[in-house]
């Protein structure tokens, strides 16, 4: 059974504390591992598409990477403005177009 | 392009009411999908359709209704509201031509209380 789960649930940082957000994944065939970020009240917001094993993206402050089984999103020196929900989805290659998402990372920034 | 829209943002119901919440994208995509999100459970499929005509169930498609008679339109319909129908609602969209269309853009949600 394809599954996605992602750690921690919730995540506080102080302003410029640098940290990671892990997603491990079992689903048979890869096609894709995407990144969005949901802030409160809002729809996701895509930020990153992964495909293979050692590929890397960064966006600003965040850097997604993927492995067989996992995928980080690093943020490197945080901003308040970065707080919101970080959800993480996988896609197998016999499933046109269906996400599989986890439960999300909710990241909190302090100043 | 205002990409995804729904209608309404907020709706309350009645337990037995029926509904529909609508979606719409502007960007030409074949592939449209209904999520819901619930606390602690992550986003779930409810429905989806690869072009018009064509429809078929994601993991939770029990009282829900969909129907796809033009590309850019895929309403969602609720036959008889139930409190467990409680949820935020998500509509997505994306192209199917290839890895240059894999990303889903998703609407700003439909937030439904059935009372």
């Known amino acids: 059974e394809d599954q996605v789960t992602q750690s921690p649930e919730a995540l506080r940082l102080q302003e410029g504390e640098s940290s990671s957000l892990n997603c491990s994944y079992t689903v048979s065939g890869l096609r894709g591992l995407f990144w969005y970020r949901q802030d409160p009240g809002k729809g996701p917001e895509f930020l990153f598409t992964?495909?293979?094993a050692g590929e890397e993206k960064e966006k600003e402050r965040l850097k997604a990477t993927l492995t067989k089984k996992e995928s980080f999103l690093h943020i490197t020196a945080p901003k308040p403005e970065d707080s919101a929900t970080y959800l993480c989805?996988?896609?197998?290659?016999?499933?046109?177009?269906?996400?599989?998402f986890g439960q999300g990372t909710t990241l909190q920034v302090k100043p | 392009n205002a990409g995804v829209t729904q209608t309404p943002k907020f709706q309350v119901l009645k337990t037995g009411q029926s509904m529909t919440l609508q979606c719409a994208q502007d960007m030409n995509h074949e592939y449209m999908s209904w999520y819901r999100q619930d606390p602690g459970m992550g986003l779930r499929l409810i429905h989806y359709?690869?072009?018009?005509?064509?429809?078929d169930q994601g993991e939770v498609p029990n009282g829900y209704n969909v129907s796809r008679s033009t590309t850019e339109d895929f309403p969602l319909r609720l036959l008889s509201a139930a409190p467990s129908q409680t949820s935020v609602y998500f509509c997505a969209s994306r192209g199917l031509a290839g890895r240059e269309t894999d990303t889903q853009y998703f609407g700003p949600g439909t937030r439904l209380t059935v009372l």
């Open positions: 359709s690869v072009g018009a005509g064509i429809t």
């Open positions: 992964l495909y293979s």
């Open positions: 989805a996988v896609q197998a290659l016999r499933n046109t177009g269906k996400l599989i």
